[in-house]
């Protein structure tokens, strides 16, 4: 029997369910969860605070328990009063933690959105109106007005984007520099003291460390990271995957984000605003979490997968305010966001996407002035027949699959190759490295330019919006059959592709409509404003498809079968090319589904799935998606998808890529051994527990945190500070005194199990606390440390004989500060079971053991570099183990890959 005691409270017996006296249920794992999770338990109880003991002297309440099971125990009956009181708590938490948070975060991304579609269509009418009046005065003034308008709306969204929110600016030209740059700033600025404390600097050293706080300090004024920049898609994936990005989900992104889109795409920028409506919505989640937190009952979003199941919630309201599509916004949601979802959210999502669809056409039709409610809805009705296609053109639909799968892939490598080109190239590295914002004014100007309806922006319909042109590819008319025939589309819908007098030829202004904005679109998604790529791809594949429809309808007149068949219909081409190229794009195959819901129409699906799947996979076997190549791209901490029929992931075994110098504790490791591994590895989280250096057995992990504490307190912090790098303040041992208390003033379980286990810096926030670990600190300590906190916080300074000889003393490690559980592979694993492994689980790094003996460490970052360029070479050994020489094994694979 196993008997934890830490705190008089929580005296737990490991054994029988029977012999417990308990119900099973209550010895179960989630028991202990509950001990630990339940906010009731503020503190560890003492002595005065016991629980009162029953007639058997067996005091086997749990805190926590419900009622009915608490006086179930005592032998008691529960009373009628009780049991409606019990389920009506129940009812009552159910009804405010799932529904009204629901339909919270449903209505508020709504208010948001339509606040923000508000902005952009008084600024779209605005340029509009005043450009056809001073362009009468005189076209001088229309040209000089076009231009500032463009100008100016996109100097305030950069401005925004920069100043608003706190983590905005980029000091490099990558973000993702940026953001790695700004996390190890933070890691540093943390666990300075720390470093300082333990580590014992040298002189120099300390130096260096303190010109990183420095940089580290003045990079965080100047603002590292970009969170309110591009789409957010991307960021918002790498945090439901387990990963912490800071001040992506701050209020001050959300207004940042808002007020910038409103000015990118009023301005008249070729973008989307689907991505960062989905940020927007993720952010109102976590915002919506916080603050009700108080409000609900405490253990219920005591986890944080809750908090992730808010923000895949807040994703799919996001999708639902751009389109009015509840059931395609949530399938979009996940597929953009989440590698693996549950199926028990899928309510929720629903019920808060359809809040946000009814609130948003309750605004739109009683709030909003009618002139621009009608360019707000991202609803495209069209008015198919049933029959609006025959089994002959099948093939064809396939064959559009195909070419929008290739151009989707073109798609996503030109957009590669401009942000490469935007980091690597010298030259604009030193024109516009440290003022993006120039950058992208200097290409808003050069957009007004190529879009002046007067002038270039004739051939490419420069005038108008997306929202316009979309309508007038999906329309159910046939251009060249205006004013020949009841299929002929309407004369104000075929001049602005062919000019008020008809100069134009359509079909010229259609392909240059594609091939514009297929490069532009790439370009102005890497520019330091908000972004989307939905929208936009949408219009490209519509544009795509209506020009290859004209141009079928034209080579068949009459159809395919001949006089009196179904003749064919160029909107229903643009429909199926805007869904299959957009699918192609994003990897997404929900686009189905929300072609549907904004068309009104199902007669198209069957074509659309077609084309759509055909160019999905496609798409996916050439490239990943424009998601996973902007965050391959920022280099965020990330484990993207695998391609599909990839033989290497097969074959590549782990014990190829991992890290086989390892850093190990054992029993004989001696504190002076413990301090400089410490020092010469300042950024790993946690360690292997081996036996010994011999057999390597492995027996578990320490947390980094726990080590430092039990140097801290073996040694004494005043003597390994420099003499002239001590504190001049009458204490002695002021910085000693402040790392001990702000260790030790944790008296939430949770919080000192993150310090003995480190699972906040070793894996993702997915794997639960162990109930081992959760004792506060100063009692896994050794004894002599721990008797008095007085002695913990003011020990005595050591003499040199005495510091000299507790250092050569072997650690003294307590086994409850001993995650014995930690992930474990076993060497013949391939890469694909790997990644699967690492993606469901969330983890960080994994120990590779044969017959329990430890081999080596894999991490995200070997398995990122192993499949660094998978989708041209497949997996390849990481850039470190290809400068070893060839073995038997390495002929072997290559003779497998050919």
Known sequence: MLELSWAPRLKLSLHSPTEAGMPTDYVTDDVTRTVIDNDEIEHFVTEDEHEPEDETGDNRYIPGMPWDEKEALKGKNESWAHFFRRHGENIRHFLVEDWFTSAALGIGTTVLSVVTDLGIESLIHWRRENFEYLHAQSSYYGIAYWLLHFVVCTTLASLCCKYISPQAADCDSSPAAGACSFRLAKWIRANYLQMQVILEFDEEEQSAVAACIGCAKLCNNLTLTVPDAGSGIPEVKVIISGFVLDNYLSLKTLLAKMVGLIFTIG?????????????MGAIVAALLSKATSKMRHNAFFTNEAREIEMLSMGCAVGIACT????????????????????????????????????????????????????????????????????????????????????????????NRQIF???????????IFGQSLTVFAVLWSLNMAVWTYPEGLGRFVAGKWTFHVTLADFISNCTFHQMNLTDLGCKPEIVNRWTGLDGSLDFQWTLACFMVFYFFLVAQCITLFIPSGIFVPAFAVGACGGRLFGEMLSMAFPEGLRGPGSPPIYPGLYAVVGAAAYTGAVTHSLSLAVIVCETTGQLCALLPVLIALMIANAICSFLSPSIYESTIILKKLPYLADLPPSRISVHVLKVERVMVK?????????????????????????????????????????????????????????????PQEKRPKTGKKNEVETTYINRLNRSHSGTTAALILTGRNESESHFRVNSPLHTSPLVQLLPPSASNDDDTIGHQRTLTIAERAGVLVQRIEIDDYAIDAAPFQLVKGTSLYKVHTMFSLLGLHHAYVTDRGRLLGVVSLKELRDTFADIYVRGAQLPPWRRMRRTTAADRDLRRVYR
């Open 661 to 721: 110098d390892i850093q190990f504790v054992s029993r004989n490791t001696t504190y002076k051994e413990l301090r400089n591994m410490l020092k010469r590895h300042p950024t790993i989280g946690s360690f292997p527990f081996v036996t010994d250096p011999v057999t390597m057995t492995l027996l578990g992990s320490i947390s980094r945190r726990y080590l430092v504490s039990l140097l801290c307190i073996k040694i004494g912090a005043q003597e390994i500070l």
């Open 323 to 414: 389109f009015s599509a509840p059931i395609g916004a949530v399938l979009y949601g996940i597929e953009c966001t989440s590698k693996y979802f549950a199926v028990k959210n899928y309510w929720k999502c629903f019920f808060a996407s359809s809040a946000a669809a009814f609130s948003f056409r309750f605004a739109i039709n009683t709030l909003v002035p009618p002139h621009i409610a009608g360019t707000i809805v991202a609803y495209y009705q069209t008015s198919f027949p049933n029959e609006v296609f025959i089994i002959e053109e099948l093939p064809i639909f396939a064959l559009m699959g195909v070419v929008c799968g290739l151009m989707g892939a073109l798609f996503v490598f030109v």
């Open 420 to 430: 490469i080109f935007q980091k690597q190239n010298k030259l604009f590295q030193k």
């Open 267 to 279: 301005g008249g920028l070729p973008v989307g605003k689907e991505g960062p409506f989905v940020h």
